[in-house]
């Protein structure tokens, strides 16, 4: 199945901003806010969930808005330069500096940016393919992006080895790259990608949107699967997200300095973005054959037994074979729920409806690092954090089971 040239420039803006997702999200921030005196890693947490309200607070807004024609593209690019040049100071701010509370500012700025934008790139999913292809491209996306941030990813660890582990200037040097590697790959989606479903203008453009808003929000639940749907997700999902902006930090509480070899980790998350590639493409394929809903099962179903292993992690070895366990689950996980998603909305407000995806996959985020933060603090041990986000996975999995299995009754139930 060829892609189109505009499906390849989406595509592409998956590879860009999967940059930062490994290495600001996942791998470099996490090390280098440890670096400043005062802190603790899994505070990390806190913040990280800081974020993820006041994204969840802006989605359904800046998308009800945004379903206006040729209001698309114009938010997208915004929160785009948001997050880059966010992304872009960081290179600026020293832990010599002891500016950490400048540099949390600046991450949720970025998380605000990276967050923002994929919500108008994840709603122009719908307009630039179609339903029978949404799988395949959804997929396609993640999994390119997975691989081909191991080339910025790859070329900033090469820069930490020469640097020096334990200095601060290569991880520095690490976030400029991840920048100019997001800029540079966003400007085909700014080029080539068009928004084709739209709602047209009208008088008081702004009062209006709330107003759609509100009835949306009102009469959500006669959306029998779009709602079924968004509260499984908004379980499942947030078991994801938090392994992937605590896995650092978890890894580090629960190793020690002793046990831990950073580069090693690093490493690791390297082989998980390559190990993602194949098995992202693999579940879109086989979500084709045997349902993107029973892909999305197996890949909840891989998560909880993660995370029971990771309960009993004490090598880096271990790490290793976990990571491979979560890098064959992840990218397809995220990306069939994407799809399905698409797939089950009106696609002229796709962009109200991907609002309300993003709205509930944030406040989602907030819960996880926020409960593994908490239960590190009260039981003093690491260790323990990880199993706090099991119930979630198996929520999720339990409301994601009464959907129907019929794709035909998918469509039947959209209002």
């Given amino acids: ?44 947490g806190y913040f990280n969930s800081l974020a993820s309200i006041l994204v969840a607070v802006l989605s359904p807004i800046l998308g009800a808005f945004a379903d206006y024609k040729d209001k698309k593209k114009r938010f997208f690019t915004f929160f785009a330069l948001v997050g880059i040049i966010s992304t872009l100071s960081f290179t600026f701010i020293s832990p010599d500096s002891g500016q950490w ?19 108008f790139y994840d709603s122009f ?21 997975y691989i081909s941030s191991v080339i910025p990813f790859g070329i900033s660890l090469a820069v930490i080895l020469i640097m020096g582990m334990d200095a601060a ?122 349902s993107t809903r029973a ?38 996980i995220q990306a069939l729920s994407r799809s399905y998603y698409g797939k089950i909305i009106p696609k002229e407000r796709s962009n109200e409806f991907f609002g309300f995806y993003n709205i509930f996959g944030k406040f989602a985020a907030i819960i996880g690092p926020f409960l593994m933060a908490l239960t590190t603090t009260i039981t003093g041990d690491a260790r323990y954090s990880i199993l706090s986000i099991i119930p979630l996975f198996i929520i999720g999995l339990i409301v994601f089971l009464m959907l129907p299995k019929d794709a035909h009754d998918q469509t039947k139930l959209v209002r």
Avoid at 101 to 119: E, T
Avoid at 126 to 138: A, G, I, L, Y
Avoid at 189 to 200: G, L, P
Wanted: net charge neutral.
């Fill in 101 to 119: 509370q400048l540099l949390i500012v600046m991450y949720i700025l970025s998380c605000i940016g990276f967050a923002g934008a994929n919500i």
């Fill in 1 to 44: 199945m060829k892609l189109t040239k505009e499906e390849k420039s989406w595509i592409l803006y998956d590879c860009g901003n999967s940059a930062y997702s490994i290495a600001i999200t996942t791998a470099l921030f996490p090390i280098v806010f440890g670096m400043f005196q005062g802190v603790d890693n899994m505070d990390l």
């Fill in 169 to 290: 200037i290569g991880y520095q040097i690490g976030f400029c790259i991840t920048a100019l590697w997001w800029g540079l790959l966003t400007i085909p989606m700014i080029k080539d990608v068009k928004q084709r479903h739209y709602i047209e203008p009208e008088p008081n453009p702004i009062g209006n949107s709330f107003k759609r808003l509100g009835q949306t929000f009102l009469n959500i639940k006669d959306y029998k699967i779009v709602f079924m749907f968004l509260i499984a997700y908004f379980c499942y999902i947030d078991g994801v997200d938090t392994i992937i902006k605590m896995v650092v930090p978890y890894a580090t509480s629960v190793l020690g300095s002793d046990g831990l070899n950073t580069f090693m980790l690093l490493a690791i998350l390297l082989v998980i973005q390559i190990v993602a590639f194949p098995f992202a493409l693999l579940y879109g394929s086989l979500a084709k054959k045997y």
């Fill in 125 to 145: 999913l719908v307009d630039v393919t179609t339903d029978e292809k949404m799988d395949k491209v959804s997929s396609s996306g993640f999994a390119f992006g």
């Fill in 295 to 332: 892909l999305i099962i197996v890949g909840i179903t891989t998560y909880v037994i993660a995370c029971i292993a990771a309960f009993f992690i004490s090598e880096m070895w271990h790490i290793f074979i976990l990571g491979i366990m979560i890098g064959s689950a992840q990218g397809g």
